[in-house]
């Protein structure tokens, strides 16, 4: 089969490999249907990663068919469409048994096109099954379920309710990539009283405007005082962090009210500096992590009755085997206009970016 092979830093092609075989009782393969290219595939290109192995299969978002599963899995049967969530759950260890699969210590956690080989092939092995995939009801489109692969659960888990989001609070999201769009859309589902995007790109800022931000502010035109004035001079009670660089995380903990939350999101390579001479005062409350995926099954059911806007965050779609034009176009997301890029699925033409 082909799959898109990471070769050490700045080097990956889509290229032929062996096709994934049964190595565990409780393991599936799946035929990759729908497929996505995610920031952190950018980062382990540029080498943030070193854990990742050069040989490896990168992905780790995906929908597609069960072709064969081991002795032991239960739940689904080949045949079955399923998402593939980008965290693997053993089910047994004490974080899985917390519902905390993200931190699995029984070989599970981020492991697809991290620590093994991942989605972005034409078929993945997907280890413990029974607890990794979700069998998707047929009114849920492919195209729309990727989007809980990962993005959708990480905004909503790490971003929105680590934030603590309420009905009337104002929320600020720094970043407006499809993370930061992601939060701005489940920071709705609470009713804030209104939501603050902040970015560098003016496409963004405008999808932002299009998926619930009441107010957009660029980077560079003061956002901490957009926030400042139209919260009596309080601050947010929300800042969530969807960009990882210290910059903008300093710039959320200078947004945020007096007992407000700083949820941070985003990926971070270097350190940034944590202003505790200013925030030891103002009971604020940060917190970080790696999504969970615990809300992937409320999610689904958010998606399929049409309740999350996953498709506005979708700009490009490509065959399967368009892998490494479908990188070039969503590593240039600042001229091209990218969001999320799709690959596989029905619709193969490339829609027009936001101007
Ligand atoms: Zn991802
Ligand atoms: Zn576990």
Known sequence: MKGF???GPGQASWEDVPDPAIKEPTDAIVKVG?????????HI?????????????LGHEAVGEIVEVGGDVRSV??????????????????????????QCRGGGGWILGHLIDGTQAEYVRVPYADLSVYPLPGTL????????????PTSYEVGV???HVRPGDTVAVVGAGPIGLAAIATARLFSPKRIIAVDLAPARLEAARQLGADAVADVHEAPGQLVADLTDGL????VIEAVGVPESFELCTRMVRPGGHVANIGVHGRPATLHLEDL????????TGLVDTYSTPALLRMASAGRLPTGQLVTHTFPLEHMEEAYDVFSRAAETGALKVLLGGERHEVAVPAA
């Open 5 to 7: 092979v990471f070769h």
């Open 34 to 42: 729908v497929v996505t290219i995610c920031g952190t595939d950018l």
């Open 45 to 57: 290109l540029k080498g943030d990663v070193p854990e990742v192995r050069p040989g490896t299969v």
């Open 77 to 102: 049967r080949p045949g079955d469409r399923v998402l593939i969530s980008c965290i693997t759950s053993c089910g047994r260890c004490r974080f899985c048994r917390d519902a905390s699969y993200g």
């Open 141 to 152: 489109r492919s195209e729309d379920a990727v989007l809980l692969a990962d993005i959708f």
């Open 161 to 163: 309710l680590n934030g």
């Open 235 to 238: 601050g947010a009670d929300v």
């Open 280 to 287: 030891w005062i103002k009971n604020v409350t940060i917190t």
